[in-house]
């Protein structure tokens, strides 16, 4: 599983006219479920989501997690991540999930956060044609990944 997470003052997602999250400092979260991932995965990157310590302390080293700054989170699928561009322009996404086992792992890492997150947690739609807006904070952008399990 990969998630790519932005610190942002601001972010909101669109499906068409219809603002589906929005939220105010904290993390966007773009989640993508590869070939072979599963709940496992899905742990591993919610903990990290969590706990990455990307926000300024009071010496404005970054030290602080979103659990210890009670941030916003706003989750949004993303399949690109998964791109292979290593045979050319046109990118290959057969490194993505499925699209049924996409939703539901997507699914349980929003289930999983917000059973973990006192924070505020908004969500974009699976699926969807999106329009994310957002207010990158640094810029600090953070790629995480838990490999899937090797396939015997």
Partial sequence: MIVLLQ???SARVM???EQTGAIGPGLLALVCAERGDADAQVQKVVERTLGIRVFADETGKMNRSLRDTGGDLLV????TLAADVSAGARPSFSRAA???TGARLYDYFVASVRRAHAGRIA?????ADMQVHLVNDGPVTIWLRAEPPAVL
């Fill in 123 to 127: 969500t974009g739609r699976y699926g």
């Fill in 7 to 9: 610190r942002v003052a």
């Fill in 98 to 100: 499925d699209p049924a």
């Fill in 15 to 17: 499906v068409g006219e």
């Fill in 76 to 79: 949004v699928s993303q399949f």
